[in-house]
């Protein structure tokens, strides 16, 4: 059983482009009638359906296990853009171009993973970011080391060799001119999009050097969720639980369905322009909000799986919720907010030297971010939850601090 969205070649589904080029998915007509975040999980359900029953009442409905979720919904293989890089980096490899290729994306969209993969595959080295103590003090011995010989290397977290502070941008500055001007070698540099909004402030860098991940719309969303489920072994089909109308391409529909289905649904296409294009995040909306109708026979489902192969696992698309911003709010959560996202992520200890907030008031809008959702902690450092992201983006656009172009 398969469809032809998910017989679609991986490296259809990635778009090298100059970073002139990237362009946001489009936003359907209805959602731009309703711009506002609290109104994206209302137009999950269409009007019409909006006076009848569901298909599947919320409360009948359940989360389902992470086990069942790693077979449906497997992390995004970010090695599979290989093809797509091989082709955007060919000439820059054997030609006579400039040394350093940039590549620029939005938190967890997967550029810095995506390059990682490539470079892994040619054995080039990583370079690891300077610590906080070399930034601060404009430590330039950091590069000393830097192995310029190499047939390339890759630096994944450019983001991370400054702070916002005084004192934290003399070891960048020193960096972005040594790249440019050549004296590193060959190599690629991965940055954030937010830390380089900040950093075209610092140090302005050719645009035709600069290269991102195209934004994935709609079609593109719905490939990739297929093939991810084909690659955990299961064929999926998920519906949209107010309407029961299905969200994949699914070929088992009537033929006006299956019509209907292979156009990316509305609810991928809204679900891509909320995300910006942005897969990581919204493979992260997809996991959460999967359900599945309680089974009294599944008790033993994670030891039939190997056994139901050829079947079809039938989930559903539940509204669900995303976080949001409370009512009132001051400046202390947009202070925290932005050096977040400024440098995906930081420790509380790196945090408390850029912010004019004592350690206490720190830690208690930080708790009370992380409550919220907002705000989630791995590695030790603090980041900006891919849920709240969209929240807290508008967030501080709407408060006119620097955002970024993604």
Not at 89 to 118: N, Q, S
Not at 213 to 230: I, K, P
Not at 363 to 372: E, I, K
Request: charged share 25%.
């Amino acid at each position: 059983m398969s469809t032809p969205a998910a017989d679609a070649s991986a490296d259809q589904l990635w778009q090298i482009v100059p970073l002139a080029e990237f362009r946001l998915p489009a936003e359907p007509a209805q959602q731009v009638a309703s711009r506002k975040l609290r109104d994206f999980w209302r137009l999950l359900r269409s009007d019409d359906a909006s006076a009848q029953a569901p298909a599947r009442a919320e409360k009948d409905l359940r989360a389902l296990p992470e086990v069942r979720l790693e077979h449906l919904v497997p992390p995004v293989d970010w090695g599979s853009a290989h093809a797509a890089l091989d082709e955007a980096l060919t000439d820059w490899l054997h030609g006579d171009t400039p040394p350093v290729r940039f590549f620029v994306g939005p938190p967890g969209g997967g550029v810095a993973e995506a390059l990682g993969r490539w470079a892994g595959h040619r054995n080039w080295p990583v370079i690891e970011p300077p610590t906080t103590e070399q930034i601060l003090a404009g430590d330039t011995s950091w590069l000393d080391d830097w192995p310029r010989d190499a047939e390339g290397w890759l630096l994944p977290s450019l983001e991370r060799c400054y702070l916002r502070h005084p004192q934290g941008l003399t070891l960048v500055r020193r960096l972005l001119e040594a790249l440019t001007a050549g004296r590193l070698g060959r190599g690629l540099v991965a940055c954030d999009s937010w830390a380089w909004a900040f950093l075209q402030r610092v140090w302005v860098i050719p645009q035709p050097e600069v290269y991102t991940l195209q934004a994935f719309d709609g079609e593109r969303l719905s490939a990739c969720f297929l093939q991810l489920a084909h690659r955990g072994g299961r064929h999926l089909r998920v519906r949209n639980a107010h309407t029961g109308e299905d969200i994949l391409p699914w070929p088992d529909a009537s033929s006006e369905e299956a019509e209907k289905a292979q156009a990316a649904s509305a609810e991928l296409r809204r679900l891509a322009a909320h995300c910006r294009g942005n897969l990581g995040v919204a493979w992260t909306y997809w996991r959460t909000h999967l359900r599945t109708e309680p089974d009294p026979e599944e008790a033993g489902a994670v030891e039939q799986t190997e056994d139901r192969k050829d079947e079809a696992d039938t989930v559903w698309w539940s509204s669900g919720r995303a976080p949001v911003m409370p009512v009132e709010t001051g400046d202390d959560l947009a202070f925290v907010l932005h050096a977040l996202l400024l440098h995906n992520g930081l420790d509380l200890a790196t945090l408390e030297r850029l912010l004019p907030l004592s350690h206490g008031q720190l830690a208690a809008v930080v708790a009370r971010l992380v409550q919220l959702g907002l705000v989630e902690q791995a590695g030790g450092r603090h980041r900006v939850a891919p849920l709240g992201y969209a929240a807290a983006r508008e967030f501080l656009r709407g408060r006119g601090y620097l955002v970024d172009a993604f």
